[in-house]
């Protein structure tokens, strides 16, 4: 992981390591096992190791083995079962809910670790036409969680 995406990682951490416990939900007890056969952004993995998955403000981010939510059966049932099938270059990692999610785009591989988030709506997006939100999944959950923070005050 590049060095200006590392210190952004441990900014957001500090500052997730400060909220309340109504206000931060992790999954300390289950280990994060790295899936070999899936590319994921280095950002991503840096936060599933510190908590195999997240619940903050509401936004639940997928972690793996994790009881509440598990990326890999999410992935299986996106891209293999559902009414609108993703492309296997789209990850859905954070349900927003109705079948939409915010999913990395891996179609070009990973730059210097990370990948791209889009949002993905399951009646209108398709494997070329969706939103665009963030070049990483920590700029994406920094502009994420400061649009909550702002909405809740």
């Known amino acids: 992981m590049n060095e ?52 903050v403000f509401g936004l639940d981010i997928l972690g793996i083995g994790n009881e509440r939510s598990d990326l890999i059966e999410n992935i ?3 891209q293999k079962k559902s009414n609108n099938l993703l492309p296997k270059h789209i990850i859905p990692f954070s349900p927003v809910g109705n079948g939409d999610f915010y999913c990395f785009d891996i179609k070009d591989g990973l730059k210097d ?35 909550m923070i702002e909405e809740e005050e």
Request: charged fraction near 25%; hydrophobic fraction near 45%; glycine fraction near 4%.
């Open 76 to 78: 299986n049932w996106e």
């Open 113 to 147: 670790g990370v990948c791209p988030v889009i949002y993905w709506q399951w009646d209108y997006s398709s494997p070329n036409d969706y939103e665009y939100l963030a070049d990483s999944f920590v700029d994406w959950l920094a502009i994420t969680m400061n649009e």
């Open 4 to 55: 200006e995406i590392k210190a952004k990682c441990e900014a957001l951490k500090a500052f997730l390591n400060i909220l309340d416990e109504d206000d931060l939900g992790t999954n300390f007890k289950v280990p994060f096992a790295r899936p070999l056969d899936l590319v994921l952004p280095e950002d991503y993995l840096f936060f599933m190791n510190w908590s195999n998955g997240l619940y």
